[in-house]
């Protein structure tokens, strides 16, 4: 009944196919981090950001870099 929550394996993109992006809502201010297909337009949502340090871990997991995230609304 009680048991452990797995982690998510972190699953790869492709840097030619994907754009890192992170969505804001304008009412909630709730964040979401995933990846935007550069040619349909679909986003792949990966973690929902609650703090700088679900950011960061987001950055680390992926080896992203602060400038590469676009941020949309």
Known sequence: MFWKKKEAAVQTFDREK???????SICTGEQVAGFKDK????????MCIRSQADRDRFLSDYGIGEAEIRKEW
């Open 18 to 24: 994907e754009i890192p992006v992170i969505r804001s």
């Open 39 to 46: 040619n349909s337009g679909h986003f792949r949502e990966i």
